[in-house]
């Protein structure tokens, strides 16, 4: 692979929490921070390995397709972003109410703050 080449923004089965236990985990012993439109709990990992991304989305947030919606928002701005993480973190993001009514890009300012003001983001 060329040294140049950017690195690919996917997001695999395998970087996604999936379980409750390790969501629980992720609740407990990580850190917390609650910034905008979103709760943000992350775990530090090891370093080579790859950060892992689990969604919470909860009934008050509206029915089944603005929950579905904020998911999405939630995952696409982690995708984006994941290769500025200054190291591997498993992340737990939980939306708020406020969630509903944002643009893609608000829900993507309100995710950098925060990655920000946890000192996860690279400089």
Do not use: Y
């Amino acid at each position: 692979m060329n040294a140049d080449a950017p690195k690919r923004l996917c997001l695999s089965r395998q970087s996604r929490l999936q379980q409750s236990r390790d969501f629980a985990r992720v609740r407990q012993v990580g850190e917390r921070l609650a910034l905008g439109c979103l709760i943000a709990n992350w775990n530090k990992l090891p370093d080579g390995a790859s950060p892992k991304l689990g969604v919470v989305t909860s009934k008050k947030i509206g029915g089944a397709v603005q929950r579905n919606r904020a998911r999405r928002l939630l995952r696409e701005s982690f995708r984006l972003h994941q290769h500025e993480l200054a190291q591997p973190v498993e992340l737990v993001l939980v939306a708020r109410n406020s969630i509903a009514g944002k643009s893609f890009a608000g829900v993507e300012k309100d995710f950098l703050a925060a990655l920000k003001r946890a000192h996860l983001l690279k400089n």
